[in-house]
């Protein structure tokens, strides 16, 4: 676990996302996990980014049993632009897929991971969170076939302002064969997107700097110090998972994490005795940010 504090369904919805992202990311890329690129893997993936988020309702882990569209949101069936398979054609639309999963790492790396991730749009295996399912699947990709170090990339924030491009291009494949066009737009998208990362990479590393030397200043700065880092790996922290990272008591930790929240670098965000959040709001910040 990457918390021991489970955000409440009442706590901000973009911690929450944040928080499920993260697990998901985590969980896919253990590197001693059971299972390969599958399936199965994708629907437990899907299960940790839609519990309790918007989609939450549509049976986290689940494919689908009903008939679902892709359009504007205010879209019906007859007026959607692409139209997946219908529920008793799934199974064998998903055994294809997987079955192209696992061939496609015999052509060229980008080109099988825009297509495989065309594939995965077409079928749109869960009723929601079809789209969080299929750019994590692309960036778990790029790291099992060693294209990225790390789950770098934000796909999301430079296909959210191009929505139209994208299911046109999607929907252009499967009417017209134009694997040309989508192709070259997907790897612009994962070109844009790497330049973004290398700008947030940045970012981060001034931000971490420039936090250093605050801690610096405080009397007894090297726990707090050491806090400062892990806040880079992941930005929400709890006591209890100070007291991990420092390896010190409960108070002890407490007493840091009160450094920091004095200094401006944590903001508490639930506050109850036995649950108390801490946020890094300048990282999240830093994370998210896009220049698109």
Known sequence: MLFEVEPNRGDDSDVREVYNYLRAVDHVMNPNRALPVSLRLLREAHDILL???????ATPGEFRRTQNWI???????ESATIVPPPPELLWESLDAFEKFLHAAAELPP?????????????????????????RLLVVLLLVEWGLLPAPLLDLSAYLEPRRDRYYDG?????????????????LEVVEEQARDALQRARSLQDLCERMRRQVSAVRSSGSAAKLVDA???IPVITISRAQLVLD??????SLNIAKLVDLGILTEIHHERRRRLFIASEVMAAVERSDQ
């Open 51 to 57: 519990s309790g988020v918007r989609g939450g309702y």
């Open 71 to 77: 359009g504007s949101p205010r879209a019906v069936i």
């Open 110 to 134: 980008w080109l099988a991971i825009g297509a495989i991730h065309y594939q995965f749009e077409a079928v749109h295996p869960f009723i929601d969170g079809n789209g969080r399912v299929g």
């Open 170 to 186: 999607l929907l252009k494949v499967s009417t017209q064969g134009d694997w040309t066009g989508w192709l070259l737009f997907f």
């Open 231 to 233: 806040l880079f790996d």
């Open 248 to 253: 010190m008591t409960h108070r002890a930790a």
